[in-house]
């Protein structure tokens, strides 16, 4: 059989570490897909630059149109990144007639919807594997090994630029600011990064696993993101006298009221074996009624490693190429005509414990009308430390961890607490999860 034809859009880290793996691994690969596999033409801004991979005998141009409607191409391999041209070429490779394979996690968050009926209607896969987690192949997991099971939570540290800032600060006590720029010179940051800080780049990934896992539509913008920015070394500090680490986590749940997604910094007891994912490895940790806690660790980021996710899913769609379109496994996991209608809770109906630490003065009466406040509002304190005044004596820290507590009491206790005179500045507040 004919080598099946590949397009690809971009030849950046995750392109050219694609080309290298087909390469290298050219004849096993091929002896899983039951036919070779060829990249023949390829798209990028400048054709001439220095790359990490050999182009010699591919077709390369600076017109992606020109690869999406090349007719020989069965293939296309969207690797451009954002949600511009790259969402405008995914669509006019289906209205073509190709599969698509892409690495674009914000392309499925915000047009995944749109992206999977137009490629229903034309009959043509859409691969996303190394959306999520690099990879780690986490779509696959869910969406086939995991098919057995009601999926009851999921929580997932998916921002390998976040794990590794938060990693740093606690291991070696350095700046955010110096991890940060440390992160991009590796490769490993978004182009903007505030996407990687600001928990966005999680909600995008978190937003397609919640999905997956409860056959619900993509919806990105009812994800709750909250960045670690705000987290000072004082905090990751506290938390790990108190046997707890602060890190990234993307949670999707299935609770009474609805499902709820949030990206948020969040205290997981040290014991935890996601507690111990560190640097820029992500893990992601599903809980099914069947099979219980299930964890997937790997590379979310990188060049062979998310190529590892792209080639699997060129592999994937070459397997099925002659097959019937209607017996694909479904982009969400869940049959089209079969997604629901679940409700996503708001973040002030989610139950959760919490770190607060607050700066307070240091006599009496202050303790007492903080847990008089909390009391009030129904929260219960399982744990408090104060540590001495580094001011002279006029204010110190104090840290309590509740019990659980539905979110919109918390926010009235911490406006409440905000406002007594003893108080100084804001009370940072860290959500908390057993993960048991
Ligand atoms: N910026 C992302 C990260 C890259 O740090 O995890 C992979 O999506």
């Known amino acids: 059989m004919n080598p099946v034809k590949v397009g690809l859009l971009g030849l950046g880290t995750v392109g050219g570490g694609t080309i290298n793996v087909l390469r290298r691994n050219a004849e096993e690969i091929s002896r899983r897909a039951g036919r070779g596999i060829m990249i023949t033409h390829a798209a990028a801004r400048d054709i001439n630059k220095p790359r990490i991979c050999d182009t010699t005998d591919i077709l390369l141009t600076t017109n992606p149109q020109e690869v999406v409607d090349n007719p020989e191409l069965e293939i296309i391999v969207e690797l451009i990144g954002g949600d511009g041209l790259a969402h405008e070429m995914v669509l006019r490779a289906i209205a073509n007639g190709k599969h698509v ?20 209607e034309k009959g043509v896969m859409v691969a996303f594997e190394a959306a999520v987690a690099g990879g780690i192949p986490i779509i696959k997991a869910m969406r086939e090994g995991l098919a057995a099971n009601r999926i009851e939570w999921l929580a997932g540290i998916i921002n390998g630029t976040g794990n590794f800032i938060l990693t740093e600060m606690r291991d070696k006590g350095r700046d955010f600011a110096e991890v940060l720029a440390e992160a991009q010179s590796l490769g490993y940051a978004e182009a903007d990064p505030t996407f990687d800080v600001e928990g966005i780049d999680a909600a995008h990934k978190l937003t397609i696993l919640a999905s997956i896992a409860f056959g619900i539509p993509l919806q990105f913008e009812r994800t709750f993101t909250e960045g670690i920015s705000q987290i000072t070394r004082e905090d990751v500090v506290y938390a790990e006298e108190l046997g707890y680490r602060i890190k990234h ?52 980021a ?26 694909h496994v479904p982009h969400l996991a869940f049959q089209s005509d079969a997604i629901a209608d679940t409700p996503i809770l708001p973040m002030d109906e989610v139950i959760t414990s919490y770190y607060l630490r607050m700066q307070v003065q240091d006599h009496p009466g202050v303790l007492a009308d903080i847990t008089r406040i909390l009391a009030e509002v129904g929260i ?39 406002e007594l005179k003893a108080i100084q500045g804001q009370v940072v507040r860290i959500r908390m999860e057993t993960l048991g």
């Open 380 to 418: 219960s304190v399982e744990a408090m430390i104060q540590r001495p005044s580094l001011d002279g004596g006029y204010t110190v820290p104090l840290i309590m961890l509740t019990h659980q507590i539905v979110e919109a009491k918390m926010n009235k206790a911490i406006a409440q607490i905000e």
């Open 302 to 327: 990188g060049a062979d490693p998310t190529a590892s996710a792209v080639v699997a899913d060129i592999v994937d769609v070459t397997r099925v190429l002659t097959s019937d379109p209607e017996n």
């Open 101 to 120: 394979v892409t690495a674009n996690k914000a392309l499925i968050a915000k047009h995944g919807n749109e992206i999977f009926a137009a490629a229903k």
């Open 249 to 300: 986590l993307g949670i999707a749940r299935r609770s009474v009221g609805g499902i709820e997604m949030r990206v948020h910094p969040t205290l997981i007891p040290a014991r935890r074996l996601i507690a111990n994912v560190d640097g820029v490895m992500n893990a992601v940790l599903v809980r099914g009624d069947a099979v219980g806690p299930t964890l997937y660790y790997g590379a979310g």
